[in-house]
C-alpha cells in the first residue's frame, strides 16, 4: 500500500521557520517525482515545489523561492521542505505527493500556521 505522511507543521510566528518531512512507503521512492502542495483556507491546491528522483533538478512557485528547499534522501524514502522566513500568506494545509504524471499519492497533509 502506497504511503506518505507528513509531518513537521505547527504555528509559527512572521518570520519563523519550520522543517516538513514526508515519510514515504509501499513504492519504489527513489524512481519518482515528489511534490509539495499546499491548500490555503478557502482557495484551490497551490503547487509549491518539485524534485525529479535524483533530487537534482529542483523547482518553486515564485513566492517562495529563496525562502523554501526542497530535498529528498533516497536512502531514508523521505521528502523534506525547508521553509524560512515564514510569512502569514504561507498558512496553509501541506501535502506531500507523488507525481507519476498525475499527483497519483497525496499523503494527509500538515497545518503551517503563520501568525503574530
Known amino acids: 500500500e502506497v504511503q506518505l505522511v507528513e509531518s513537521g507543521g505547527g504555528m509559527v510566528q512572521p518570520g519563523g521557520s519550520l522543517r516538513l518531512s514526508c515519510a514515504a512507503s509501499g513504492f519504489t521512492f527513489s524512481t519518482y517525482i515528489m511534490t509539495w502542495v499546499r491548500q490555503a483556507p478557502g482557495k484551490g491546491p497551490e503547487w509549491v515545489s518539485g524534485?525529479?528522483?535524483?533530487?537534482?533538478?529542483?523547482d518553486y512557485v515564485d513566492s517562495v523561492k529563496g525562502r523554501f528547499t526542497i530535498s529528498r534522501d533516497n536512502a531514508k524514502n523521505t521528502l523534506y521542505l525547508q521553509m524560512n522566513s515564514l510569512r502569514p500568506e504561507d498558512t496553509a494545509l501541506y501535502y506531500c505527493?507523488?507525481?507519476?504524471?498525475?499527483?497519483?499519492?497525496w499523503g494527509q497533509g500538515t497545518q503551517v500556521t503563520v501568525s503574530s
Open positions: 505527493t507523488r507525481n507519476s504524471g498525475l499527483y497519483d499519492a
Open positions: 524534485t525529479n528522483s535524483g533530487g537534482d533538478r529542483i
